[in-house]
């Protein structure tokens, strides 16, 4: 049995792990997009390293867009096989995956519109709407820790990660001449005290892990500072300077955290008497699947739930779903708070919000979360004077704030405790992937320092054999 990293390979997107059996079955962990590279992204998006034909299986540790954003072009290109996932994962994915085919047919659009004034020829979208709907028929739903037999010599079961709805570490047992090898892929590892979903629970003994290592040189701060932090961050933008709060964040997740939060401090009194508007039709229809999907949601939040039957819902909070009313926003004299994705501020709402309020003092642009280094996102976090948004240079002169604790990663140590559940002694090899080169080399030191053995930071396109004790 052979394992490719064809993605996410000292990255932090782009999510691919092809496994592939003895007897010749095709299995892919996770078909995720590259984001945030321009035009080098959209090549890399298309030079997918296997043939999607040939795929028996893809396996999604969760719905993110680079984990599972590529499922539609894979089956464009001709992918007929199953789609393996949790039952949240799904109905995310439902959702999801057509609003990332609108996008990209949005981006050709513009970059078409554009480029044809330069005699440049068109591209085509890397997949549509159209196809991410054909490919939901794919997918299979399974609930969490039980176990799942995908055919006689290959079975599988989800176990909680905690870092968005539905995801799930990928526990395979996979048979070959009489004996067994377990490979587990924890897809991405969530935060022990997460506002809204349950911790990250222990996941059964494997041969070999596949792990993620996004903040694997890094330490977050205590979660309520961070509570304290957009409390601070709202009062003093809106209520003190006037001004409005633009909040980048991923419409899955960190939107819900943060109203969850803003909704709290609504019911004890401390917010400040402003409108606060998600401007995202993903992040209301997702929020309605937050509601169904209660079983993924920790004793706070079914705390809260006994007085409050919504926990993403209060009289000055706004859902807007239509373009005519998220174009409104930019005409508002008031002082507001506006929340709209995507968190890397790559695609979507918030790069119109950011146009039309980057340039003036008496605002703040607030972070919550990572920025792949490339992205627009990172660009302001570093400090640029000026950044360019739909191919127009724009000053930064809004205010810059960060709060990291809103972070859906676990930091090092956070990751290094959820995997001591397993046997170090018995452990073959670690694979850190889903991190750039600090991150993945400092994760390295602090698993050694804690014990861990032959921990390998794969390049793109290695190839590793896989063999049982």
């Known amino acids: 049995m052979k394992i490719q990293f064809l993605g996410a390979a000292r990255e932090v997107t782009g999510s691919k792990h092809l496994i592939v059996t003895e007897v010749g079955k095709h299995i892919l962990l996770d078909c995720g997009m590259y984001q945030g590279k321009g035009l ?58 057509p609003d990332s085919g609108h996008i990209q047919e949005s ?3 513009h970059f078409n519109r554009k480029k044809s004034r330069e005699g440049l020829r068109p591209i085509e979208p890397i997949y549509t709407a159209d196809d991410a709907r054909k490919c939901m028929e794919l997918f299979i739903g399974i609930p969490f820790n039980r176990k799942f037999s995908i055919d006689a010599n290959i079975e599988l079961k989800f176990t909680g990660t905690g870092h968005m709805l539905g995801s799930g570490v990928v526990n395979l047992e996979i048979r070959e001449r009489g004996e067994t090898i377990r490979i587990a892929y924890t897809g991405d590892i969530g935060r022990p005290s997460d506002r809204i979903l349950k911790a990250p629970s222990a996941f059964p003994r494997c041969d070999y892990l596949i792990t993620e290592s996004t903040y694997g040189n890094r330490l977050h701060p205590p979660k309520q500072d961070a509570e304290t932090e957009l409390l601070r961050v709202v009062t003093e933008t809106c209520a003190e300077k006037g001004g409005k709060l633009i909040i980048p964040s991923f419409a899955i ?40 999907h209660t079983e993924c949601l920790n004793g706070e939040v079914h705390h809260v739930m006994e007085t409050d039957p919504d926990p993403f819902g209060f009289s000055s909070l706004h859902y807007i779903k239509t373009t005519e009313d998220s174009k409104k926003l930019n005409l508002l004299k008031k002082p507001c708070v506006i929340i709209s994705a995507s968190g890397m501020m790559e695609a979507g709402r918030i790069k119109h919000h950011l146009a039309n309020n980057i340039s ?12 792949s280094p490339s992205t627009l996102g990172a660009r302001i976090l570093r400090g640029d004077d000026m950044v360019s948004i739909f191919g127009t240079e724009y000053r930064v002169r809004a205010k810059i704030e960060r709060i990291e604790a809103f972070s859906g990663h676990g930091d090092y140590s956070e990751m290094i405790s ?13 694979f850190l992937v889903h991190g750039d080169q600090d991150a993945t080399s400092g994760y390295r030191t602090h698993l050694n320092n804690a014990g861990f053995r032959n921990v390998e930071i794969p390049f793109l396109k290695q190839e590793f054999e896989l063999v049982p004790w």
Request: aromatic letters at 10%.
């Open 40 to 97: 080098e992204t959209d090549s890399m998006n298309r030079d997918l390293g296997f043939d999607p034909a040939s795929l028996d299986h893809i396996i999604l540790s969760h719905a993110h867009i680079d984990h599972s954003g590529l499922i539609p072009y894979v089956y464009r290109l001709g992918f007929r096989g199953s789609v393996i996932c949790t039952n949240a994962t799904r109905d995310l994915c439902a959702i999801m995956l």
């Open 107 to 109: 981006d050709a659009y």
């Open 253 to 292: 997740g960190r939107t819900q955290e943060i109203v969850y939060s803003m909704n709290n401090f609504f019911n004890k009194g401390l917010l400040p008497k402003v409108d606060i508007y998600v401007d995202s039709p993903l992040a209301v229809n997702a929020t309605d699947i937050f509601r169904l």
């Open 360 to 371: 003036n003092p008496d605002n703040t642009i607030l972070a919550v979360g990572y920025c």
């Open 418 to 430: 959820f995997i001591e559940c397993q046997d170090k002694a018995l452990l073959k090899k670690i």
